[in-house]
Structures are given as structure tokens and as C-alpha cells.
């Protein structure tokens, strides 16, 4: 399995911007698939959001309201809708792939954990 992450770029403050995360197969019938960021000079990946295969969805404090994580399993493909973008949500974008968390549990996983990841998508937020 492969992950390969797009939809990054530069954009202005309050601007918004959709990132993927595609998997090239996923031979299990239940997935973990969780957005993980890390900003320029930190040395930790933080979770973003986190979807699985109930439907289940689990956010970190700092983007509820702003962002959104969706799926679309015919493309075996991960979505981060990202509005109302701050020069703090600049960071590298990484998703993550897992076949046995739930969404609660993958909120509290690093990103090393999981089974599979991507090489991510720069988002750069600024004026």
C-alpha cells in the first residue's frame, strides 16, 4: 500500500485549500486514515483529524470548525477540507493509514505507528 498525498500550496490567510490522500489499494475491510502536520522548526508530527471505515470522525481542537476530513471509498481516497486557513496551520501535511484503529484511537497514535504513511504536501499560509 501507498499513500500519496497532493493538494498543498500557498495561500492567504482565511483562504482555503482541499488536500488527498490516496491509497493505491486497501486490501482490509476496516481503515484508520488520519491527517497529521509538522510545522517548519518542530520536531513532532501532530494528528490533525482522523476518519475510519464506521464513519466515525475525531478532530484536534485547533481546526474543529475549520476543517474537515471526509472519505470517498471508490477511490480509496482521504479528504482534508481546510478553511479559514491561519499562518499557523503552515506546516508539511501527512496522511496515515491503519487497519485496525478506530478514529478515537488514532487520535492518540503518532503518525510512526500506523501502518502506512506518505511522504506529505507542503500548506503554506501567509500574506
Known amino acids: 500500500v501507498q499513500l500519496v498525498e497532493s493538494g498543498g500550496g500557498s495561500v492567504q490567510p482565511g483562504g482555503s485549500l482541499r488536500l488527498s490522500c490516496e491509497a493505491s489499494e486497501w486490501p482490509y475491510n476496516h481503515y484508520c486514515m488520519a491527517w497529521f502536520r509538522q510545522a517548519p522548526g518542530q520536531g513532532h508530527r501532530e494528528v490533525v483529524a482522523?476518519?475510519?471505515?464506521?464513519?466515525?470522525?475525531e478532530y484536534a481542537y485547533f481546526v474543529k470548525g475549520r476543517f474537515i476530513i471526509s472519505k470517498d471509498n471508490a477511490k480509496n481516497t482521504v479528504y482534508l477540507q481546510m478553511n479559514n486557513l491561519k499562518p499557523e496551520d503552515t506546516a508539511m501535511y501527512y496522511c496515515?493509514?491503519?487497519?485496525?484503529?478506530?478514529?478515537?484511537?488514532?487520535?492518540?497514535?503518532?503518525?510512526?505507528?500506523?501502518?502506512?504513511y506518505g511522504r506529505g504536501t507542503q500548506v503554506t499560509v501567509s500574506s
Open positions: 496515515g493509514a491503519d487497519q485496525a484503529l478506530t478514529a478515537l484511537q488514532g487520535l492518540g497514535v503518532p503518525l510512526s505507528d500506523y501502518n502506512y
Open positions: 482522523v476518519i475510519d471505515s464506521d464513519g466515525s470522525k
